[in-house]
């Protein structure tokens, strides 16, 4: 299986299985003589850790990472850094009922008729749990960025049941289960998703990530473009469907006075009036906070029956036994953050050696 390496300064490989003994990745590219250890790393993997409330997959993974190599004296070398997280609790005895079953919306069918073979055990290499180490990767990345780079990442809407974003409050994300921004939209969820997970289905979420401090310049016109990288990034995540930057979609129903961002001048600067472009123009950031959203989908696995077919082109019945997440997107905020830190990252050392600092 080839293409499991992202970014081109900033080079990110992962590799391993959901139920394989570990799961891990190779960062290459990163600069040396950066202050870097576990405890870096590991704030960043505890966000997305399975198992933290009764809203996620109650597998129970401490997902404890350990740097292998590219570190010495707490510092960079400049070599690759290489990273490791074991698999504990795996139950692969779960998937037995399925292991010839295509699961309907999941990558089953997909993964055979390419390879012809494919590891059952939770979906294998195509799981959620490979976001792990995008995760850990992206906690590096923000090492290469520096502390003026702030990136955070929240969920906007519940399936149809968005928030009020008079109500965004930052402070909250790390107040409830959702990364919700808004405090009343979050209590309103803990009923919705409530629901949905005593029925055995799923739901799906709109996620955004929000980059500031990011200074001017990093992109390229036409084929190196930021914006586009980052839709690349957001929707290499599993589930994801749809991404937008800036307005996105509600951009086509502007008026064109009304979706250009105005500019004047403060104290020697340029300032912009509005953000509609999401702080990318002609793929070059602008200065502005950079703001990205994307749609995850429900969770394929769930315990409602669905038409399918096996292996051997019979038609059956599949219901998904195990632990799942009911809304997948809840996990998926951190590792947005870490996607858009990767490509920022990545673009950050295009510039630098293209026309320096």
């Given at each position: 299986?080839?293409?499991?390496?992202?970014?081109?300064?900033?080079?990110?490989?992962?590799?391993?299985?959901?139920?394989?003994?570990?799961?891990?990745?190779?960062?290459?590219?990163?600069?040396?003589?950066?202050?870097?250890?576990?405890?870096?790393?590991?704030?960043?993997?505890?966000?997305?850790?399975?198992?933290?409330?009764?809203?996620?997959?109650?597998?129970?993974?401490?997902d404890?990472?350990?740097?292998?190599s590219?570190?010495?004296?707490?510092?960079?070398?400049?070599?690759?850094?290489?990273?490791?997280?074991?698999?504990?609790?795996?139950?692969?005895?779960?998937?037995?009922?399925i292991?010839?079953?295509?699961?309907?919306?999941?990558?089953?069918?997909?993964?055979d008729?390419?390879?012809?073979?494919?590891?059952?055990?939770?979906?294998?290499?195509?799981?959620?749990?490979?976001?792990?180490?995008?995760?850990?990767?992206g906690?590096?990345?923000?090492?290469?960025?520096?502390?003026?780079?702030?990136?955070?990442?929240?969920?906007?809407?519940?399936?149809?049941?968005?928030?009020?974003?008079?109500?965004?409050?930052?402070?909250?994300?790390?107040?409830?289960?959702?990364?919700?921004?808004?405090a009343?939209?979050?209590?309103?969820?803990?009923?919705?998703?409530d629901?949905i997970?005593?029925?055995?289905?799923?739901?799906?979420?709109?996620?955004?990530?929000v980059?500031?401090?990011?200074?001017?310049?990093?992109?390229?016109?036409?084929?190196?473009?930021?914006?586009?990288?980052?839709?690349a990034?957001?929707?290499?995540?599993?589930?994801?469907?749809?991404?937008?930057?800036?307005?996105?979609f509600?951009?086509?129903?502007l008026?064109?006075?009304?979706?250009?961002?105005?500019?004047?001048?403060?104290?020697?600067?340029?300032?912009?009036?509005?953000?509609?472009?999401?702080?990318?123009?002609g793929?070059?950031?602008?200065?502005?906070?950079i703001?990205?959203?994307?749609?995850?989908?429900?969770?394929?696995?769930?315990?409602?029956?669905?038409?399918?077919?096996?292996?051997?082109?019979?038609?059956?019945?599949?219901?998904?036994?195990?632990?799942?997440?009911?809304?997948?997107g809840?996990?998926?905020?951190?590792?947005?953050?870490?996607?858009?830190?990767?490509?920022?990252?990545?673009?950050?050392?295009?510039?630098?050696?293209?026309?320096?600092?």
């Amino acid at each position: 299986m080839s293409f499991n390496t992202f970014g081109q300064l900033f080079r990110v490989t992962t590799w391993g299985e959901s139920h394989g003994p570990a799961i891990g990745c190779v960062v290459d590219g990163c600069p040396p003589g950066i202050e870097l250890s576990e405890a870096d790393i590991q704030p960043f993997l505890d966000k997305r850790r399975p198992g933290q409330s009764r809203f996620t997959t109650q597998r129970q993974e401490p997902d404890q990472v350990k740097i292998l190599s590219g570190v010495y004296e707490g510092r960079t070398t400049g070599t690759p850094i290489s990273l490791l997280i074991e698999n504990t609790d795996q139950r692969s005895k779960d998937y037995a009922n399925i292991a010839e079953r295509y699961r309907p919306g999941h990558a089953d069918v997909a993964y055979d008729m390419k390879y012809g073979h494919r590891d059952p055990r939770g979906g294998g290499r195509s799981s959620a749990r490979e976001t792990a180490m995008r995760v850990a990767a992206g906690a590096i990345a923000r090492k290469v960025l520096g502390a003026e780079v702030v990136i955070r990442g929240a969920m906007t809407a519940l399936g149809a049941h968005g928030i009020d974003r008079a109500n965004w409050d930052w402070a909250q994300v790390d107040e409830n289960p959702f990364f919700c921004p808004d405090a009343r939209a979050a209590e309103a969820w803990k009923t919705e998703l409530d629901a949905i997970r005593k029925a055995g289905s799923s739901i799906g979420a709109v996620l955004e990530v929000v980059a500031e401090g990011v200074k001017p310049g990093l992109g390229a016109p036409l084929y190196g473009k930021l914006d586009a990288d980052i839709a690349a990034a957001l929707m290499s995540i599993n589930a994801v469907k749809a991404v937008e930057i800036g307005d996105g979609f509600a951009a086509a129903a502007l008026r064109g006075e009304e979706n250009a961002d105005e500019m004047r001048m403060e104290n020697g600067k340029i300032k912009f009036l509005s953000n509609h472009a999401g702080g990318i123009l002609g793929g070059i950031a602008t200065g502005q906070p950079i703001v990205a959203r994307f749609a995850v989908k429900p969770t394929s696995s769930i315990l409602i029956p669905k038409h399918s077919v096996s292996a051997d082109g019979e038609e059956v019945e599949v219901i998904t036994k195990g632990r799942h997440d009911p809304c997948v997107g809840i996990r998926a905020v951190p590792v947005g953050e870490a996607m858009l830190a990767c490509v920022l990252a990545d673009h950050m050392l295009r510039h630098r050696g293209q026309v320096g600092n």
